[in-house]
């Protein structure tokens, strides 16, 4: 090979392959020196410590075999290539990316890059993967405000970017990742969401619609009927609440200035629903003196927070601060709403056993398998409840001959084997359990177990039912020498409580519903 010029490349450890253009491309991680040019150069020295590389010449090219290069076994640590959000370093991997920090319920917090444009389902979605959650549903992201006690989900379709450019400049707001069931739960039960004494005489649900065509009215359209009713708001300036009758339409919030009357000279317009947001609030009768606990709070959400800014508004109960705050999200993003709930319907899910168990009790009914001609369904409620009778006790007899087997050592299935579980929330107090069920949704099914504060050695159920939660005693009894574990004073016993979880999340018992949503706490 004819080399020009009076300076030559020497290349230790390494090798050029020339592509079709004829320019070479360097392999490896060589040192590359310049030498002047000889006549015969010797040839250059070998390494002992690096491997041989074996050439082959063919059409005045060189060619350098290797191995295949090996998978990544772990690429969901890696950032999508057309993913808009990416993990990034203490470097942004380019100029138009921003920054976010995200807490998680341990106070632990991740650093993210995104684009401007990253939606909140978005950075949930990488979160989901790089916590290595077990699932990738009901994630949300919550806007969080410690000194003024507010909190909002953020919307699926919000920019985070566009959020956070509306906080304080030195402020303690910041993002929290958790679970939320009930993001999208009025879509499937708004008959609970909605009480008729709530909604507007004028509404159509109050000529002739029933609950199935108000189903169908806010799956198809977005919309929400007229929603009406007494509410506290606390007056301008000053520390007192005022009992006041509101009206929420399309056009915006309405306070009737005399009585509950509908008069348009006594209605008085009191904020527009296309500019802003809606906020719970936590712990409102230390920090605002309000008259229950059941507070929201509207606010413009373009401008900053500010206490002065807020307008305070105090519900009844629980069920009618959910009702206003879901009539307020679906009067603003209407069909945006249904969009949103329709692709979080439409995620991968990877817990099919999870989401069948989590299917309509509607759906299942009672067989009898104990003929020679297959199963039926029995259609007599009382037989179908001697047989879920007759079920139990003899699922109870199984449990105690499969514990009274030589061969199963205590040790095998220790009693604290609850402590491991994500629904055990240790020594958490009932006012702190009721709080934690509150954040991740009001739904049906929503539990955890907690250690008991006023009895010894028994635990407590905490079980979310109506948009309440309920409490029941677990008690440790004793029967042929064994500890179990009992609910309905020894009717039906259970070696432990994880027994008794999964016994209870495919068969209801005492409790009003089986148990379908642990409540879990991630750490990031």
């Not at 650093?111 to 979605?125: E, G, Q, Y």
């Not at 009618?320 to 949103?340: I, M, V």
């Not at 039926?376 to 001697?386: D, F, G, L």
């Amino acid at each position: 090979m004819e080399v020009q010029g009076q300076w030559a490349e020497v290349f230790e450890g390494s090798d050029r392959q020339e592509d079709s253009g004829g320019e070479g491309e360097l392999l490896g991680s060589s040192t590359i020196t310049l030498a002047p040019l000889v006549a015969n150069p010797p040839p250059p020295p070998v390494r002992r410590s690096q491997p041989l590389v074996i050439h082959r010449s063919r059409m005045n090219t060189v060619e350098r075999f290797s191995v295949p290069s090996i998978p990544n076994p772990f690429p969901e640590l890696c950032s999508p290539s057309q993913s808009p959000v990416l993990i990034g370093s203490l470097s942004p991997p380019r100029s138009d990316t921003h920054l976010i920090k995200v807490f998680g319920e341990d106070s632990h917090s991740r650093s993210l890059w995104v684009i401007p444009r990253a939606t909140a389902r978005d950075v949930c979605h990488l979160l989901v993967q790089t916590a290595h959650c077990s699932d990738q549903e009901n994630w949300a992201l919550i806007e969080l405000h410690s000194a003024l006690g507010l909190e909002r989900v953020l919307e699926d379709h919000e920019v985070v970017v566009e959020v956070q450019a509306a906080w304080p400049s030195e402020s303690d707001t910041k993002l929290l990742f958790r679970k939320n069931y009930a993001k999208y739960e009025f879509f499937r039960t708004p008959v609970l969401f909605f009480p008729k004494h709530m909604i507007s005489d004028s509404a159509d649900v109050t000529k002739g619609m029933t609950s199935a065509e108000l189903i169908q009215n806010l799956l198809q359209s977005g919309t929400c009927p007229e929603i009406q009713g007494f509410l506290h708001v606390r007056e301008p300036s000053r520390k007192a609440w005022k009992k006041v009758y509101f009206f929420l339409r399309r056009s915006g919030l309405y306070c009737s200035t005399k009585g509950s009357s509908k008069e348009p000279r006594h209605l008085q317009y009191v904020a527009d629903l296309e500019d802003l947001n809606v906020y719970s609030i936590t712990n409102s009768r230390k920090l605002y003196g309000a008259p229950v606990d059941f507070t929201f709070c509207i606010k413009p959400s373009k401008d900053r927070i500010r206490a002065q800014d807020l307008k305070l508004l105090c519900a009844e109960n629980e069920q009618t601060r959910t009702c206003w705050t879901s009539a307020f999200r679906l009067f603003k993003y209407g069909r945006q709403l249904h969009c949103n709930y329709q692709l979080s319907q439409s995620a991968p899910r990877l817990q099919e056993v999870v989401s069948q168990r989590c299917e309509s009790e509607a759906s299942l009914v009672a067989m009898d398998f104990s003929g020679k001609a297959g199963g039926r369904v029995i259609q007599n409620a009382w037989e179908a409840q001697s047989a879920e009778k007759e079920e139990g006790q003899a699922w109870r007899r199984r449990e105690a001959l499969r514990c009274s087997l030589p061969n199963l050592t205590p040790g095998s299935r220790p009693s604290s084997i609850h402590r491991t579980q994500l629904w055990f929330h240790g020594g958490v107090s009932r006012k702190q359990a009721q709080r934690l069920i509150e954040e991740q949704g009001l739904v049906d099914g929503m539990f955890l177990i907690r250690e008991s504060q006023q009895h010894a050695q028994c635990f407590v159920l905490s079980l979310c039912y109506k948009l309440k939660t309920k409490h029941y005693l677990v008690i440790p009894c004793e029967e042929g020498g064994r500890k179990y574990y009992t609910m309905d004073d020894g009717l039906t016993l259970f070696i432990d409580l994880l027994q008794l979880v999964e016994f209870h999340q495919i068969n209801k018992g005492i409790l009003p519903v089986c148990l379908k949503h642990p409540c879990v706490c991630v750490a990031l």
